[in-house]
């Protein structure tokens, strides 16, 4: 158990929808990352926030965005779906320190678009 | 830009074989690198990982990994793999200069053990 949890555990929806994926971060790490796991693309890094910040974003779409609240935990909001959209989606938390960027991943959500 | 390649996408191996496992990676900026494994229907676990100091590294479940600046290698290693070994490995690297920055992973290679 790597102290992540994520909500739900599978997801299925259909194409013009719009969720909502729940992150909660280890105690202690102020750092959440979002990342997409698809049989084409592989693991993508969506996007992180640091301390309700947003601090880095990668391949996210538009239609797709995020926050993080002040007890740090984080939920990535997915709308207007489509059927590519149906992935696995991982959390993961590290402490944010430089020197220290192990990053801790949770169960995952599975996303299904139907 | 950092960039990882595993080289083999599928590795199958019997049980109690040696397995290497390669990774290579392409970067303008100094890195740390780390291998994760994923077992079926779980999420990523951190196997082993590499910051600084010696260059070989050792993990959990016997696994260890040599970083190699010169040929931008982190190749995983195994000398006798179990049935439970069966599953997902994947290289990745963060920019070791910027504070807890995302994780850039490779496609992942397959590690079959068969008895």
Redesign the interface.
Known sequence: D?G?TQTPKHLITATGQRVTLRCSPRSGDL?V?W?QQSLDQ????LI?Y?NGEE??K?NILERFSAQQFPDLHSELNLSSLELGDSALY?C?S???????????????TRLTVL | AQSVTQLDSQVPVFEEAPVELRCNYSSSVSVYLFWYVQYPNQGLQLLLKYLSGSTLVKGINGFEAEFNKSQTSFHLRKPSVHISDTAEYFCAVSDRAQAGTALIFGKGTTLSVSS
């Not at chain 1, 592989?42 to 890094?45: D, V």
């Not at chain 1, 590290?94 to 995952?108: K, L």
């Open positions: 790597s992540v750092s990352y990342y592989g693991l993508q890094f992180q640091y601090r880095a990668g991982f993961a590290s402490v944010g320190r430089r020197d220290h960027n192990e990053q801790f991943f949770g169960p995952g």
